[in-house]
């Protein structure tokens, strides 16, 4: 399990430092806006997330052990671990990519307490949402790993979007655009607790089906 987990962590860091430095190399020195900057770290932070969270449940259910779970703990026992574990991941993938990113491309100004609040609040969605879709496409035959994406895509837009203007508004010098990132921030966290309720309460059916 240890080793099982440095992988997954490894494995998604090193994705969101390759396409860090794929973007920056592209971009760099061509005078990049601040609302494409904020959409580029978060198309990263997105995908880089992406690719770990999508076998939250793949793993139990090709092991085997996925009946074995179901018999030892309660539905949202299960759903709160792997959502923690799957909130710690994406931490850790913004811990990496952010910093790196700031110093590849250097925003002319950040408010590192409103980041740390966008972060944090579409982290927490993020985990919530794409958890529950790797639930739903589990114990799919074939084509998890596209399902998972094709799933989660309409589900994570908002979240994306939201993040995405935020994130415009902590790289920006415009106090209009400060002011919008903070109502945005309420946005972000209404997301992420509706997001994660809902999965809490649909978790059971779609885990014992």
Known sequence: MELRTRYAVGAVALF???TLVAVSGAVSGTGVRSDVKA????????????????????REEEAGTADALRLAAPATAVYA?????????????????????????????????????????????????????????AQASAGKSALFFIVAF?????????????????????PAHHARAVGDLGVLAAYAVVMTAAALMLFGYVWHE
């Open 39 to 58: 959409a580029l770290l978060w198309i990263i932070l997105l995908f880089a997330a992406l690719s770990g969270l999508s076998r939250a449940f793949v």
């Open 154 to 174: 309409p589900v994570l837009m908002p979240l994306l979007l939201l993040a995405t203007q935020a994130t415009v508004g902590v790289f920006d010098a415009v």
């Open 81 to 137: 671990g792997k959502w923690l574990f799957n909130t710690a991941l994406v931490l850790v993938v913004e811990a990496v990519s952010v910093p790196l990113f700031l110093l590849a491309l250097p925003p002319e100004t950040v408010n590192f307490r409103l980041l740390i609040g966008v972060l944090l609040l579409g982290g927490l969605g993020l985990s919530g949402a794409a958890t529950f879709v790797a639930a739903l496409i």
């Open 16 to 18: 969101a430092v390759t």
